[in-house]
């Protein structure tokens, strides 16, 4: 099996022990953003294992829109990225 070697670390381990791969990330592409998928995105930005510019290109995002999944989910956790309960945590 080849694994190619790009930039930055090819295992991070989070703060609650969990460790992910830039196999955990959403495929290139994704337009149907749920929950689970945008922390994967913050999680990924966060613990350094996909810088912020790669994340907004791969993903067509914009900084407003990974700025308000990052606020969601530093305030509300999971939950808060879920567009059903917009009116209860904005």
């Given at each position: 099996?080849?694994?190619?070697?790009?930039?930055?670390?090819?295992?991070?381990?989070?703060?609650?022990?969990?460790?992910?791969?830039?196999?955990?990330?959403?495929?290139?592409?994704?337009?149907?953003?749920v929950a689970r998928r945008k922390?994967?995105?913050?999680?990924?930005v966060q613990s350094g294992l996909i810088p912020r510019e790669e994340a907004l290109a791969r993903y067509e995002l914009t900084d407003e829109e990974f700025d308000g999944w990052e606020r969601a989910m530093t305030s509300y956790g999971t939950d808060g990225l879920k567009t059903t309960l917009l009116q209860q945590y904005r």
């Open positions: 099996m080849y694994i190619r070697k790009g930039p930055g670390p090819r295992i991070v381990t989070l703060p609650d022990g969990t460790q992910m791969t830039r196999a955990d990330l959403p495929p290139v592409g994704t337009t149907r953003w922390e994967a995105v913050v999680r990924g």
